[in-house]
């Protein structure tokens, strides 16, 4: 038989969660006392005792998993503090209120001391005035209203057993607060608005400060992100590669970042209007990789299948066939469903017709044909799971868990150490839905 071992940090979790359970049951004793004492009957029909013990087991039954999971998230977790880049203001590299912008800095150790991982937040786009004034009111545009302390998990964990390549790294979440993957450098402010467009001087700005802290020293480095972040990763990859020092080995990683230029199911170009939208107000055009812009307009450069065949850095592409993004804003946006017939689909993919499952699947040829299209260097990879989900990198769940996403019984955790330290092929394509079990596919609420 196996030998059973309890670390120190789970013993007092158990111990923890025990006490929970046994403080709600005695909240209920004395709720039971309390209702016994208003109605002046020392037994009653609205809670008997027998009603007691089995609404006391069930709640039980239910609340306890709930309690030792959000203990054991405490105490696993570790709170990385919020960093200003205040010398960016300066140089105008600003959020879109004009607020520095902003960081969180877990230093390395250990082995990997001179090993760094910047990883870029995301978060959608602002195409025009009113919704880039509105994302001035939370952290999508000000660093004045972002969280002080964060938890890092997943591929920014530092546990070896759940971030066994890149626990001990260097690692940096970047905040997102410009609107345009950090592409965006408008010299006038409109004082009427108090935008700022400086989401290239930004990423800069960020990059500049992280070398003056030991970046320059790398020998191994990472550019990674997630949706809007993993657009920018892409974008700004041969960017990022040409700021650190010849000898460092550097690679990028996007998740969830993938867009393709795909017509709606009305037949609209969406979100090639869109993306222009955006180019256009923010000034993207001199932040996007020439080797594109010198063949395309620079709306076109927005989409990464007309990016990534260009790159000279190596990437990994992390991406859901289905992502849930892009089912719900590229494939079946509101404006293309006026009678609102994908919005159950759109909640879960368990929710959608054999019809609408078929167009999906449409939606995922394309995608893949797209994708092969751009991974023609040896150098670069891919791990494209069968779920609907979107971001799977920084959640530890679908980073690294015993129950995580797999393909060819691969984790993306895995695929993505391979894939860096050439350990293995690293392109990993998945089989069609509902093939893949291991899915955790997204489901979202009726709002």
């Not at 069930?58 to 696993?76: F, M, N, T, Y």
């Not at 010198?294 to 450069?301: E, M, Q, R």
């Not at 609102?340 to 909640?347: E, F, I, Q, T, Y």
Request: charged letters at 15%; hydrophobic letters at 35%; proline letters at 5%.
């Amino acid at each position: 038989m196996n030998e059973i071992r309890v670390s120190p940090t789970k013993t007092i979790v158990l111990v923890c969660c025990a006490s929970c359970v046994l403080a709600i049951l005695c909240l209920l004793l004395r709720l039971k006392k309390k209702q016994a004492q208003l109605t002046g009957f020392r037994h009653f029909d609205f809670l008997s005792h027998s009603t007691f013990r089995m609404a006391s087991a069930r709640i039980g039954q239910w609340l306890s998993p709930l309690v030792c999971l959000l203990i054991l998230l405490k105490a696993e977790s570790h709170p990385v503090e919020l960093t200003l880049v205040q010398s960016a203001v300066a140089k105008g590299a600003v959020c879109l209120d004009g607020s520095p912008p902003a960081y969180h800095f877990d230093k390395g150790f250990g082995a990997g001391i001179n090993n760094w991982l910047v990883h870029i937040e995301g978060g959608g786009w602002c195409k025009d005035v009113e919704s880039c004034i509105e994302r001035t009111k939370n952290f999508r545009g000000s660093s004045k209203h972002m969280e002080k302390t964060i938890s890092f998990s997943g591929v920014l964990g530092k546990k070896e057993t759940l971030n066994p390549d890149f626990y001990n790294w260097n690692r940096i979440k970047v905040r997102y607060c410009d609107g345009s993957s950090f592409t965006g450098d408008v010299e006038a402010v409109n004082p009427a608005t108090n935008l700022h467009f400086r989401g290239g001087r930004v990423f800069r700005a960020v990059i500049d400060d992280l070398l003056a802290k030991g970046m320059t020293n790398a020998k191994n480095a990472l550019l990674s992100g997630c949706s809007a972040g993993g657009l920018a990763s892409i974008l700004q990859c041969d960017n990022f590669r040409s700021l650190l020092p010849a000898g460092t080995n550097v690679k990028c990683l996007a998740d969830a970042g993938y867009f393709i230029n795909a017509k709606s199911i009305s037949g609209s170009q969406q979100i090639e209007a869109f993306y222009s939208q955006v180019v256009a107000l923010h000034g993207s055009a001199k932040h996007l990789p020439a080797s594109c812009t010198s063949k395309l307009g620079p709306g076109l450069c927005f989409f990464p299948q007309n990016v990534v065949p260009t790159l000279r850095t190596p990437i990994f592409l992390v991406n859901a066939a289905y992502d849930s993004w892009q089912i719900k804003n590229i494939l079946a946006p509101s404006a293309a469903d006026p009678k609102g017939s994908w919005k159950s689909c759109k909640m879960g993919i368990k929710n959608c017709s054999p019809a609408q499952i078929q167009t999906m699947q449409d939606y995922r040829t394309t995608f893949l044909s797209v994708l092969n299209g751009g991974l023609t260097s040896p150098s670069h990879g891919a791990f494209i799971d069968s779920c609907y989900a979107h971001c799977q990198i920084g959640t530890q769940e679908t980073w690294l868990a015993a129950d995580s996403p797999v393909v060819g019984k691969t984790t993306i955790a895995k695929a993505v150490g391979d894939w860096y330290y050439n350990r293995s092929p690293s392109k990993k394509i998945d089989c069609p839905y509902p093939c893949n079990p291991t899915c955790k596919n997204k489901e979202f609420g009726s709002s």
